[in-house]
């Protein structure tokens, strides 16, 4: 398969008809994509995965207020960048596609807009490239990649070809950090990333964290996720600054997700919803 392919999604239009899923797909096994595509309300899941993500909100009811919020501030920041004149955008661990994705967003603002979407996940690429069958060629690109080699990233002939990383590049990490642990070294991932892009780039990114649960629940959510096939490292608001040093922290600094920019009335959970949030600038 290359990152190119157009590939069906005829097997995923009915998540309870498992009849068709492809057996590498897994469906018996709890997806974290899938689940966060359960928690935003959509329809690309399936049994194990809307059983997890149930046994994680019984813990946790912020789960889902979590992940609206976190998409809220992806378009939020999307936007807000796009209306600082940058043009290209790199979108590590997607996620499922869903309204409002990273270049639909950003080419609302600039028609010329370039996207390069990343991630190791044959669930993801399967939906991010029907959903960019249609896009016009050179605007966006879908590629499999792994957060965890970043010169792998940096060096693809297919994010090369859709962005130019000598001119300002916003490089995307919405809630994909916690699913790196401390073993992976990902503040020395993201170091790396950033340091390949000139002046002028972006930093945008988000995190859950367990800063607003009680002691005791902290661990619950995350053993739910070792079930799973990927795991979950949540981190204070301090290990998530840690991201950002070296860069100017566009205004308001690191908060809660639903209040970076907000467009909305401020809500009574806004400020312990569990997604920290912050974009920074590349001086």
């Not at 966006?140 to 297919?158: E, K, N, S």
């Not at 916003?170 to 790196?180: E, S």
């Amino acid at each position: 398969m290359t990152a190119h392919q157009q590939v069906s999604m005829d097997w995923m239009t009915d998540p309870a008809d498992e009849g068709h899923v492809p057996a590498d797909l897994h469906p018996e096994i709890p997806h974290p994509a899938r689940m966060y595509d359960y928690y935003l309300g959509g329809k690309d899941n399936f049994p194990a995965d809307r059983e997890a993500a149930e046994r994680v909100m019984a813990i946790s009811p912020m789960v889902r207020i979590s992940a609206l919020a976190n998409r809220a501030f992806l378009q939020r920041a999307v936007r807000h960048l796009a209306e600082q004149g940058v043009a290209q955008f790199l979108d590590i661990g997607t996620g499922i596609p869903t309204a409002g994705n990273t270049h639909q967003v950003a080419q609302q603002i600039n028609p010329e807009a370039r996207v390069a979407y990343l991630d190791n996940d044959p669930i993801v690429l399967v939906h991010s490239r029907a959903l960019l069958a249609s896009a016009s060629k050179g605007t966006a690109t879908v590629v499999q990649a792994d957060l965890r080699d970043p010169a792998a990233i940096l060096a693809d002939p297919h994010v090369r070809q859709v962005l130019d990383l000598g001119k300002p590049v916003a490089l995307l990490l919405f809630a994909v950090l916690h699913f790196i642990d401390e073993a992976d070294d990902p503040y020395g991932l993201v170091r790396q990333l950033v340091d390949a892009l000139p002046s002028g780039s972006y930093l945008a990114l988000s995190h859950g964290t367990s800063d607003f649960v009680p002691a005791e629940d902290a661990t619950k959510g995350p053993a739910i996720y070792r079930g799973a096939t990927a795991q979950l490292t949540m981190r204070s608001r301090e290990q998530v600054l840690r991201f950002f040093e070296g860069l100017e922290l566009e205004e308001p600094g690191i908060v809660t997700a639903p209040l970076w920019r907000a467009d909305q009335p401020e809500q009574p959970t806004d400020a312990t919803t569990g997604i920290w949030a912050a974009v920074g600038r590349k001086p």
